[in-house]
């Protein structure tokens, strides 16, 4: 007995569906397999075995060297993106003439050595997030009425003389109304004076100002930020692997809170 | 069809198409122009105290007008003298080919401002260098077989510039690895560098002085990978027989933490190591060669360690002048380190600039401008340092 002919077209329909469908989900699967991100192999992205970490060590806090040790705040970074990376870690203390080019040419894996962003040198750099602003703060009573550099006219600002903070300031002086300049030969005494009274606010960089208000806890002063300064860490444009892998252990360590605790080791 | 409704839209709606041409041309003229450079009356540099001079940064800069509002700065400053970088690579990207146009215009306004030059000369085109596996280099390397064509480029600039720039420094810092193209260091290499230059700079430009690389102060021992000590490799320069092929010798002496008075040492890294070096000139029979300080200065970045305060910064420039004027009847120029960096760093190196890259001038260049002009000074820069309460009782 012959099968009838709608029968048929439906068997047929139906099995062109099938593989359709089957064909469509291969498909898809295929696309999903293949846009999923899977770790590198870590001796992929670290060919020596170790992640060698080019340094300037004559910066504190951020790093420096004795005779037999290397330590500061860059350094406790690195250490944490070796462990989070499962990498052991290696400095490789270089001046800081040579950093860039000692990882044009190989010599270290990565730069941690409280490098600013240097739009320059995007090209042949990749640099992570900022794990650090430095850049200038106005530092006053926490209930002063100065809450940012706009509010200073008719005030008194104490600086550093001579000074990144004399420069910021005389470029303010040219777009706001008059304010006095209070010029000291430290900017321990700048803040001095703010503290106080002898002058309404102080203009210092971020790291001088948090040694300072480690040492004078008592005063409860409040930090605006003025400038933007940030260190961020500085991997060969060629090699973004290595800078995602980078990037995704400094983003951990953001999240889970050790970023700050090294922070506040040393600031 | 479609063309008749084209021609019809056009027809109806040109007004607004005049319009936009307008709009845009009268938004393009509210564009400021860029500063021009036009070359003024020729001037001449006001100074008091000859010795100073000042190393700029200027073959990096793009914009005409700023070379010329930096060298008006340096003259308004009263430096009668820059050291310049002119690198080769720049200069002659290809072989045989050479681009002068960026050299010329920091010749012209120079001149204008009535400045003389140092030029100092380096940086390796990429086609007279190699990147092979046993052969890795960096701008900083050249292999002894390119000497020749180096000492070309050189012979090449004396005779271009001759009666301009009679002042040649041939290399820089050659006692660190990083500047001998991450190799050990050389001193005999580098004496037959300028042994190659010496004579075809002095066929081209009779009057030309040829100046032995400044040596980076640093202590470090023989056979180190970074670099040599820079007392022991100018021993070792005049060991291989280099005083026959220099004029002159280039220096740099950085004050780091000392003030300029600090004695000099062995194991010191301050300003009077230049006296070691000069006791090495003396000692070799070359006590009648000129010297010329082409890097000198102080850092006042807030955290580098080897940096003092701004107010340390400007007293020890100052004094460091006053220092090299009273005892060093040896020295022709002393250059400070470094007049403005086209753009920033960003990091401590922006410290050692007397102007910012937006033309900013810090304290330290009007402290520089009053003592080469003589300008009166203020007893006082800043106030006492605040007293807290309870001492004060």
């Not at chain 1, 060698?52 to 060297?65: E, N």
């Not at chain 1, 190989?106 to 320059?120: E, F, G, K, M, R």
């Not at chain 2, 003092?308 to 005892?327: M, Q």
Request: proline share 7%; hydrophobic share 45%; aromatic share 12%.
């Amino acid at each position: 007995m012959a099968a009838s002919p709608s029968r048929t077209v439906f068997v047929a329909i139906s099995l062109a569906l099938t593989v359709w469908l089957w064909g469509l989900g291969g498909t898809l699967f295929l696309l999903r397999w293949h846009s999923v991100e899977r770790p590198i192999p870590i001796r992929d992205l670290f060919p020596y075995g170790e992640m060698r970490v080019g340094v300037d060590a004559s910066y504190p806090p951020f790093a420096v060297a004795t005779a037999t040790d290397i330590f500061g705040l860059d350094i406790d970074l690195a250490r944490a993106l070796g462990q989070e990376l499962d990498i052991p870690v290696r400095f490789v203390n270089l001046g800081f003439d040579g950093l860039y080019d000692a990882l044009r040419t190989d010599q270290v894996d990565v730069l941690i050595s409280a490098l600013l962003v240097d739009p320059a040198r995007r090209g042949a750099v990749i640099y992570s997030p900022p794990y650090y602003n430095a850049g200038l703060v106005l530092v006053t009573d926490a209930n002063s009425i100065i809450e940012n550099m706009r509010d200073l006219p008719g005030h008194r600002l104490a600086l550093e003389f001579g000074s990144q903070a004399q420069t910021e300031a005389e470029r303010w002086l040219r777009r706001i109304h008059a304010f006095d300049i209070l010029p000291y030969e430290l900017p321990e005494y700048a803040l001095d004076a703010a503290r106080l009274g002898e002058a309404d606010a102080a203009l210092t960089d971020r790291i001088t100002a948090s040694f300072y208000l480690q040492q004078h806890p008592n005063w409860d002063a409040r930090l605006t930020q003025v400038t933007n300064v940030p260190f961020a860490i500085a991997t060969r444009a060629d090699r973004p692997d290595r800078a995602a892998a980078i990037n995704h252990a400094l983003e951990t360590l953001i999240a889970e809170g050790i970023l700050a605790e090294i922070i506040a080791r040393y600031l | 069809m479609h063309d008749r409704l084209i021609l019809r839209y056009l027809r109806r709606h040109w007004r607004w198409g005049v319009r936009g041409v307008i709009a845009v041309w009268l938004l393009n003229a509210l564009v400021p122009a860029s500063p021009r450079a036009l070359l003024g009356p020729p001037q001449t540099v006001e100074t008091q105290h000859p010795l100073v001079c000042v190393h700029t940064r200027l073959v990096e800069e793009v914009d005409e007008w700023k070379i010329q509002r930096s060298l008006q700065l340096v003259r308004e400053m009263g430096a009668d003298t820059i050291v310049e970088f002119f690198p080769w690579a720049y200069v002659e990207h290809t072989k045989d080919e050479y681009d002068w146009s960026n050299v010329d215009r920091i010749i012209r306004h120079a001149r204008n401002q009535g400045i003389h030059i140092i030029a100092r000369m380096g940086l390796v085109p990429s086609w007279a260098r190699s990147d092979t596996d046993d052969e890795f280099s960096t701008l900083n390397t050249l292999h002894e077989r390119s000497y020749d064509d180096f000492a070309e480029f050189v012979a090449d600039f004396a005779a271009r510039y001759a009666g301009v720039i009679d002042h040649i420094i041939i290399w820089n810092e050659p006692n660190l690895a990083f500047e001998w193209g991450y190799r050990q260091v050389d001193p005999e290499g580098y004496v037959r560098l300028l042994q190659a230059v010496y004579a075809p700079a002095h066929a081209a430009n009779p009057n030309v002085v040829i100046l032995a690389a400044p040596l980076a102060p640093t202590l470090e021992p023989p056979g180190s990978p970074a670099g040599l000590n820079d007392v022991l490799y100018l021993q070792a320069v005049y060991e291989a027989g280099g005083a026959e092929y220099f004029d002159a010798l280039a220096m740099h002496t950085y004050g780091f933490t000392e003030p300029p008075n600090a004695p000099a040492g062995e194991n010191a890294l301050n300003f009077r190591r230049a006296e070691l070096l000069r006791e090495v000139m003396e000692r070799y029979g070359d006590g009648d060669t000129p010297v010329f300080i082409t890097e000198t200065g102080w850092n006042d970045n807030p955290r580098w360690t080897k940096a003092v305060t701004p107010s340390e910064r400007i007293l020890y420039t100052i004094d460091a002048f006053r220092l090299a004027e009273a005892e060093w009847d040896w020295l022709d120029k002393l250059c400070l380190w470094v007049f403005r960096y086209p753009v920033s760093t960003y990091n401590y190196p922006d410290n050692f600039t007397l102007v910012t890259p937006d033309f900013q001038l810090k304290p330290i260049y009007y402290a520089v401008q009053a003592y080469a002009r003589g300008f009166p000074t203020s007893e006082t820069l800043w106030l006492p340092p605040p007293v807290e309460p309870s001492s004060s009782q």
